[in-house]
């Protein structure tokens, strides 16, 4: 909790995040009640079989009720670093371990409303591990890989509409 918080209660609680209303003071002085949804940290992951490849993954999403191309991610555990968890998203999601992690950076997506910090991470080096990961239960996911071009091709195209996707493909 902040020193700005007056006060602090959690309205909902959930399996993937809180939500909280705050009675804050402003930096310029005034008071407010902000909702804040309380998020852990999440991974992006930019896994490149080669330097010009990158694997997508197509999943439903039924929030937009659609199927969408987009990069693997996932959200932190509370034992693990942002590295462990792009290793273990990459595996669940694409079915390869990568040797090589380059974090890229890390941005907040929504800051007006929502906490998590979505850090990416090129993968390379992708090896297939010893065991097969087990997907989340409410993931249903194919594994593709394209080149570069295409990849970026499908924001033009509005088969990728996600915004991590989007600026993940213009961090390469």
Request: charge should be negative.
């Amino acid at each position: 909790m902040s020193d700005r918080t007056i006060s602090s209660e959690i309205i909902f609680g959930g399996r993937v995040f809180t939500v909280q209303s705050d009675r804050v003071h402003l930096p310029h002085g005034t008071e407010a009640t902000m909702e804040v949804i309380r998020h852990p940290a999440s991974v992006v992951i930019l896994p490149m079989p080669d330097p010009e490849r990158i694997i997508l993954v197509r999943q439903y999403r039924y929030t937009v009720d659609r199927w969408i191309w987009e990069l693997p991610a996932g959200g932190t555990d509370p034992s693990e670093t942002p590295t462990q968890a792009a290793t273990r998203e990459c595996h669940e999601e694409v079915g390869l371990v990568p040797a090589c992690l380059e974090r890229l950076g890390a941005f907040y997506p929504t800051p007006g409303y929502c906490d998590e910090l979505m850090v990416f991470f090129k993968a390379t080096d992708l090896r297939t591990p010893d065991r097969a990961a087990e997907p989340d239960p409410d993931e249903n996911i194919e594994a593709k890989t394209f080149t570069l071009a295409e990849a970026k091709n499908l924001l033009v195209t509005d088969n990728v509409t996600d915004m991590k996707t989007a600026l993940g493909l213009t961090l390469l």
